[in-house]
């Protein structure tokens, strides 16, 4: 039994796959091993030809058998597999093992063969092919007859009932004099020549096929030769994906929103299963609507954001995506899923949260109370317009107004009071505590309040998996694909601008008030401090407050 070496990645034991001897004992390597047990065969940064080609039975996924098979196949016709992990789409005519495919080689180059050397003579290939009979007729005789064929063919039928006396023929069933055997005849010349020039073209494409068809073979093996260890890299391990300096195949460009670049954007084929799957993924994501002019295509793409705040990311938010190739497309948020994305977001989310509460029913509130205002204001104003005026009853309800305002603002009095009464024991009891106790204190308060959203979030930024996502997109992820907090801080580029000088100007009028107007509050509030504190904390020598 072949020994295959392993390493930890992403959370999970992958086997390497570092030489031609690991390629040629793949068949070997137990599924249960596999990173991946089956993909698509398009819609990724990888040719889908060279895809197409180890799909043996043609049904749109690559599966774990099907790659051993193609390099079982790599193994017998390359004599040194090694050269695969070159990744070029070329091979020397003398490490081509099998004879067939050296031979067709060999009539390109007597060296050295390439996948470009190779298309060039493909799409040089001719044959001598079979005539197409002439038509009998000019072309635009056969269309005027297809045109009318079917009105000739009921007319010619609608006479033989009149004949018979089952029809009546009237002036709106007339056509064109035309015997109905010259019609017949007609037709069966036109369908006779139509027959014979389709089964001559197809006789000549079958050919054509067949003659392109001896550098299949060829062509195979150059692709795989440039394409198969990419296809490894990203199959039984996700090596290229958590290399910083590699994308992997499922990585289909770069999303730039909100001063940020997401670098980890996958092609979302099928929202349907995104809905059901990519939440387990633990990760924020921003599912994009794309589309470019310029290619005159769309498609949608789910983007992690893996570093940053997420207030200005909303549906609806329109951002720039660049795919692999360099072209940007214009994008449009239309969905998203929230997780957490770092531990710092989450130890503010509960007072984001909090003021997003208060802001929400605070724009209640007045949206009730201005309803209700206009509504008694209009009530109001069609009595006083259908009834007369009585200055006694106003000057009553004047002085009950005035009393009920009164009333109020000796309630907003009282709650003042309270207010200044709470904070007024929250300062007592704070005097009471020496300064590293008013801060372990706070401290205490601090992660009461966030300990609990900051916990969650550590869980979970440790939990990221990959794998939900790309099984939405079709592939079967055999193992764990964990983007834990320091490689997902590798995925997300955050701007970064560089420290500007000032230009030296004297300051303006409105700078001048505003320093001014801090110092004055910083002196108060020092002031404060060392009046309510400093009696308890310090031997303070200056005996107005410490005696």
Known sequence: MYKFSFTSVGGATRVKIQNGEDIRHLNELDDKMWTV???????????????????????GQLHVNEVKQAADWLSQVLKDTDTLFLGSAEQAISNIADEEIAAVAKGIDAEKISLEAVDAVVAAVTIDEQPVPEAPYAADVIAAYKACQEAYAAYFQKAKLAKLGLETLTEEDKMPPMKEKDFVAMGKAIADWEAAAAAATEANNAALAAAKGVYQPLRKLLLLSRDFVLLLRNYVTLEDFYNRDTKAIFQAGTLVIDQRACQLCIRANDMAKQEAQAPASGMFLVYCDCTSKKLGKTMKIVAALTLGEVKNVTVGKNALFYDRQGNDWDATVYKIIDNPISIR???WSPYRRMAQWVEDMINKRAAEKDSKAFS??????EEAANKPIDAAAAEKKQAFDIAKFAGIFAAIGMALGMIGSALVSVAGGFRTLTWWQDILVIAAILLIISGPAMILAAIKLRRRNLAPILNA?????NADSKVNIPFGATLTEQVSFPLLKLPKKGLSLGAKWAIALTVIVVAIAALLVVVFFAPEYCQCPVELFCK
């Open 473 to 477: 997109n079709g592939w079967a992820v």
């Open 345 to 347: 977001q989450a130890f």
């Open 37 to 59: 047990l089956s993909c698509p065969t398009s819609g990724l940064e990888i040719a889908d030809e060279s895809l197409q080609m180890m799909d043996a039975d043609g049904d």
């Open 376 to 381: 008694d204001m209009t009530a109001k104003a």
